[in-house]
């Protein structure tokens, strides 16, 4: 990594923030001021400090968030780096590392993207949220309006995916010996995450990886046997953008969906067999699901879910999934 470049605006008052906003942006001139103004413009809370981790850029970036940040006198630090590897994941770190150590008071750090904007009580759901959670996936929507103008086919895709995707989490749900208010399957994005300072520093924060960075850290938060939890009232708007930053994003799967041939899903979702196996402790290696599995495993996820509905217990749902596989070779006498 070369040299970090840091400016700040108002840097006495950054210091008395109790909630911090990281962004991490790469060649985002074209979103960051709508972003930004998302932010400023929150209401029903203290104003946050926002870092900018801006890396690898070319673009005015760095230069646009400044000029709006002094126009709008607001706490704002801007770093800027170059990274030979890490990506969005350096980035956040990189920001998080930042907010921790110039605002020693803020015991709440909120992530969304750059292309991204911020419903107006956004931030005021979101530290409500995290009251009582070590930490928080927000809500992740796109645009009516962006998403209408796509072809059918994707639309189509869409639905399909959308369909499997809901019936997976509410059978990750069922099976989640923490009841209801569980996550469920780990969908995590950085676009809307937020942490108590003290659970984030407890896990290590995020790892410095190209991309995935958002799901592995609520991984290691769950292994610590902390309980994130969902707020679906925190919300913010992604761009259905195509020339994506981080690679397997976003972008990525909506190029994907656009084209003839059979596509990958989110890769939070899994085969039918291997939801089943990982719950009965017996996982099982599995390729990356595609839609035409997905399509072919909906109706049989869909009367698995029913059943489970109607059972008592995780054990009493346990005990209907061990009957839906084959025994367990490891378990069969010679």
């Known amino acids: 990594m070369t040299g970090i470049r840091v400016q700040t605006v108002r ?4 210091a008395k923030v109790t909630s911090v906003v990281v962004v991490p942006a790469r060649n985002e001139e074209n979103f960051i001021a709508a972003c930004l103004s998302g932010l400023f413009a929150q ?3 203290a104003p946050a400090g926002i870092v900018l981790a801006v890396n690898n850029t070319s673009d005015d970036t760095a230069d646009v968030a400044l000029s709006l940040a002094r126009r709008a006198d607001w706490p704002m630090i801007v770093a800027e780096a170059r990274y030979a590897r890490g990506g969005v994941g350096r980035a956040r770190r990189l920001g998080h590392a930042i907010a921790l150590q110039a605002a020693p008071r803020a015991g709440i750090l909120l992530s969304t993207d750059a292309d991204c904007l911020p419903h107006p009580d956004w931030q005021a759901e979101m530290e409500s949220a995290l009251h009582d959670a070590p930490a928080v996936l927000g809500r992740i929507e796109v645009s009516e309006q962006e998403l209408a103008s796509f072809p059918s086919l994707f639309l189509l895709r869409q639905r399909e995916e959308s369909a499997f995707a809901t019936l997976a989490m509410e059978f990750e ?20 995450l937020g942490f108590q300072r ?5 896990v290590g924060g995020y790892r410095s990886i190209p991309s ?19 707020a679906e009232t925190a919300v913010v708007c992604a761009s259905m953008r195509t020339d994506g930053r981080a690679p397997g994003g976003m972008a990525e799967q909506i190029i994907a969906r656009s084209a ?21 402790g017996r996982p099982i290696a599995t390729p990356r699901l595609t839609l035409s599995r997905a399509r072919t495993d ?15 217990g995780v054990d009493a749902r ?4 061990a009957g839906l596989l084959p025994d367990d070779p490891r378990k069969r006498s010679d």
Do not use: K
């Not at 749900?173 to 809307?192: E, H, K, R, S, Y």
């Not at 003839?260 to 009965?280: G, I, Y």
């Not at 909906?298 to 008592?312: D, G, M, S, W, Y």
């Open 11 to 14: 840097p006495d008052d950054f």
């Open 43 to 45: 209401s029903g809370t």
């Open 173 to 192: 749900q069922l099976m989640d010996p923490v009841g209801p208010g569980g996550i469920g399957l780990n969908t995590a994005g950085g676009a809307n």
């Open 198 to 202: 003290g659970a984030y520093l407890s």
């Open 212 to 230: 995935g960075e958002d799901r592995d850290i609520i991984q290691r938060v769950r292994a610590a046997g902390l309980r994130p939890i969902r």
């Open 260 to 280: 003839m041939a059979d596509c990958s899903v989110d890769s939070a979702l899994l085969p039918f067999d291997a939801m089943v196996s990982n719950h009965l």
């Open 298 to 312: 909906l109706p049989t996820l869909e009367r698995c879910v029913e059943t489970l509905r109607a059972l008592p």
């Open 318 to 321: 346990r005990r209907h999934l």
